[in-house]
């Protein structure tokens, strides 16, 4: 069964950093394309950035270009969100999903979903 957990989420001050993991479990690691997401109180889910698992690249929204970076540690099955320089704005539940990975990265039809882990920036 995919199994996708969250951790690293936090109350942070404005302008600091966080690191978020996302392990996965159940499938073939490589075989998928990972995505992270943010749904901010009374807002909709948004986009922030994928990675393909295969073959490394990866995408980010223009919200956290800049400022926010993907990596993976196959050999851990684990995803990170390294989040520098937040602002108030980027306070939400950071979630990450999984999908087959076509070589390349999107963030649209995420099939497996985590819980979510809550991110609380500080003005």
């Known amino acids: 069964e995919v199994q996708l957990v969250e951790s690293g989420g936090g109350l942070v001050q404005a302008g600091g950093s966080l690191r978020l993991s996302c392990a996965a479990s159940?499938?073939?690691?490589?075989?998928?394309?990972i995505g992270w997401f943010r749904q901010a109180p009374g807002k909709g889910r948004e986009g922030v950035g994928c990675?393909?698992?295969?073959?490394?690249?990866?995408w980010y929204a223009d919200s956290v270009k800049g400022r926010f970076t993907i990596s993976s540690d196959n050999a851990k099955n684990t995803v990170y969100l390294q989040m520098n320089s937040l602002k108030p704005d980027d306070t939400a539940v950071y979630y990450c999903?999984?999908?087959?990975?076509?070589?390349?990265?999107?963030?649209?039809?995420?099939?497996?979903w985590g819980q979510g882990t809550q991110v609380t920036v500080s003005s």
């Open positions: 999903a999984a999908d087959p990975d076509l070589g390349f990265c999107g963030l649209g039809a995420y099939e497996y």
């Open positions: 159940g499938f073939t690691f490589d075989d998928y394309r």
């Open positions: 990675i393909s698992s295969s073959t490394g690249s990866a």
